[in-house]
C-alpha cells in the first residue's frame, strides 16, 4: 500500500476545507467538493447530537478521479467497480463525477455520508466490538441509503452475526433490525450497543434469539402486504 506520505501527494492538488471537514482532490473535482462538504456539514451537525460527539480536528476525505486511480491508492488493484469507498479517517473514495460501472453519483455522494456515520461511531467508541449489521445498518438508516426491501430473507442470529458486505439482502436486513431496536427500544439503546455489544441482554432486556424472533414476526406481518420477493442488486453492496 501507498505511504500515507505518497497519498497526500498523490495527483490531489486541491484542498478545500469546512468547519469540520478538508477534502483533498483532483482539478477536475474542485466544484463536486463543494456540495459534498454542505452536505456532510449538515450531517455532521446532526450526527453530533445524536453521538453527543464532536472532532477535534477536521475529518478529512480523499477523492481521486477515477476507479482504477482509487483502487491502486488503496492497494485492490483487482478490486470489483463496486468497491467506491474505503472508511476511515481519512476517508478515502472515487469521484462522483467518475465513479466506475457500477453506482451512480448519487449513490456515491451517499457512500461518502455513510463513511461519515462510521468515522462517528469509531470516534465515539473506539473499541467498538458491534457484528457488522449493527454498524451498517445504522450508517444506511442515518443517510436514507436506498437498500431495496427483500420479504422472503428472514436471517437467523448466527446468519446475522457473521453478515459482512455484499450478501444479497442483508443490508436490507441490517436497516431493518436496527431501525426495529431503535423504535421499539430507542436510539439510546443502539448507542449502548455500539459502545458494548456483549451487554445486548442487559441494555435490551431480552436475548438476542428473542429480538430476532419478534423482528422475524414483525416482517412476516409486513410482508403480508407484499406478493413477490425482491432481487436485491445495485446498492444492496455497500
Not at 37 to 62: A, G, M, N, V, W
Amino acid at each position: 500500500m501507498l505511504s500515507l506520505q505518497t497519498l497526500f501527494a498523490l495527483d490531489l492538488p486541491q484542498s478545500t476545507n469546512s468547519e469540520h471537514f478538508e477534502i483533498f482532490c483532483s482539478e477536475k473535482d474542485k466544484e463536486e467538493i463543494v456540495t459534498l462538504l454542505q452536505s456532510c456539514e449538515t450531517l455532521y451537525s446532526k450526527l453530533s447530537e445524536e453521538f453527543h460527539s464532536q472532532f477535534s480536528s477536521k475529518i478529512r476525505i480523499r477523492l481521486f478521479p477515477d476507479i482504477v486511480t482509487f483502487h491502486e491508492a488503496i492497494d485492490t488493484e483487482d478490486a470489483p467497480d463496486w468497491w467506491i469507498i474505503q472508511y476511515g479517517n481519512p476517508i478515502q473514495m472515487v469521484s462522483p463525477l467518475n465513479p466506475g460501472s457500477y453506482h451512480s453519483a448519487e449513490n456515491v455522494r451517499k457512500a461518502l455520508l455513510k463513511a461519515v456515520v462510521q468515522t462517528f461511531i469509531y470516534h465515539k467508541f473506539p473499541q467498538c466490538n458491534a457484528p457488522w449489521w449493527l454498524i451498517a445498518g445504522v450508517t444506511a438508516k442515518r443517510v436514507d441509503w436506498p437498500y431495496q426491501r427483500v420479504t422472503s430473507f428472514f436471517p437467523e442470529v448466527n446468519e446475522l452475526e457473521n453478515s459482512t458486505y455484499g450478501l444479497p439482502g442483508m443490508g436490507w436486513c441490517a436497516v431493518s433490525l436496527t431501525s426495529y431496536i431503535e423504535e421499539n427500544y430507542g436510539w439510546e439503546a443502539l448507542l449502548e450497543l455500539l459502545e458494548d455489544y456483549s451487554s445486548f441482554e442487559q441494555v435490551l432486556g431480552l436475548s438476542k434469539e428473542a429480538l430476532v424472533n419478534q423482528w422475524h414476526a414483525f416482517l412476516k406481518n409486513q410482508s403480508r402486504g407484499h406478493s413477490h420477493g425482491v432481487t436485491v442488486t445495485g446498492s444492496s453492496l455497500l
